[in-house]
């Protein structure tokens, strides 16, 4: 199957390698017999709902997310239609942010974002650095840890009663008080977790490759067959062991 990715701003929006996110899927897809076709979207070149199966955007520094945010927020209406429509999508930190409805930089400039999650970020005084361990429930009753690292000024409040992506164990999280990362609606995933992310959580890489072959396919996410994951659940269990033992703390 081709899997067609819309990768936002890869110009700009690319730290602590986020661009790795996209190796890693490009190939769990291939050792499956999947094709995975990577189409940048920049600014001035707007994005047309249905045409991806899978929307992927990275993180960025204040000045680069002032940079684009005007582009993606006059694209708004087209990144909720291609959700809406199914489409997968996985959003990290600065791009995290910009997908909620507005996100304040240190110098109180106020970016209007795309408004597909609920919530809304603040930026602090003080940075969040760290590794990172949340435990996830994406599937009812199929608990699995995530594991990253984060670097955010960012304090982000999620709505009443919206879904977070999981619960902290070690770290700070989206406003490192209220014990929750990230957010989730459907079939999109926003989260702060660098490192690149994907790498490290091969579960999570299949839960993402499975909503995009559903998107693909119409039909319902398939179960991907296994693949030997030893030196990805090792990258995993170091990075849970520095989340443990230093994750959190300013
Ligand atoms: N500039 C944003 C912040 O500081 C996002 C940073 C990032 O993407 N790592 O919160």
């Given at each position: 199957m081709r899997i067609v990715v819309g990768h936002l701003y890869p110009d700009y929006l690319n730290i602590y390698a986020d661009r790795g996110n996209i190796a890693v899927l490009t190939a769990r897809a291939a050792w499956r017999g999947h094709e995975l076709e990577v189409r940048r979207v920049t600014v001035g070149e707007g994005l047309t709902p249905g045409e991806h199966d899978l929307l992927y955007i990275g993180g960025g520094q204040d000045r680069e997310q002032a940079l684009v945010a005007r582009d993606l927020a006059a694209m708004a209406e087209e990144v909720r239609a291609a959700v809406t429509g199914g489409a997968a999508l996985l959003a990290v930190c600065g791009g995290y942010q910009l997908l909620g409805r507005s996100y304040r930089d240190l110098h109180g400039l106020d970016l209007a974002g795309?408004?597909?999650?609920p919530l809304e970020t603040v930026a602090g005084e003080r940075r969040m650095i760290g590794d990172v361990l949340l435990e996830c429930e994406?599937?009812?009753?199929v608990r699995r840890t995530l594991a990253g690292f984060e670097n955010h000024a960012g304090r982000t409040r999620l709505d009443a009663g919206a879904q977070p992506l999981g619960r902290v164990i070690s770290g700070f999280g989206n406003d490192g008080e209220g014990g929750w990362e990230g957010c989730r609606v459907g079939r999109a995933v926003g989260t702060?977790?660098?490192?690149?992310?994907?790498p490290r959580n091969p579960w999570f890489a299949d839960w993402i490759l499975a909503q995009a072959l559903a998107h693909a396919t119409g039909a319902d996410a398939p179960t991907l067959p296994p693949l030997s994951d030893d030196l990805e659940t090792e990258a995993h269990a170091v990075s849970a062991r520095r989340a443990a033992a230093r994750g959190g703390r300013f």
């Open positions: 795309v408004g597909l999650f994406l599937e009812p009753g702060y977790l660098h490192g690149p992310l994907l």
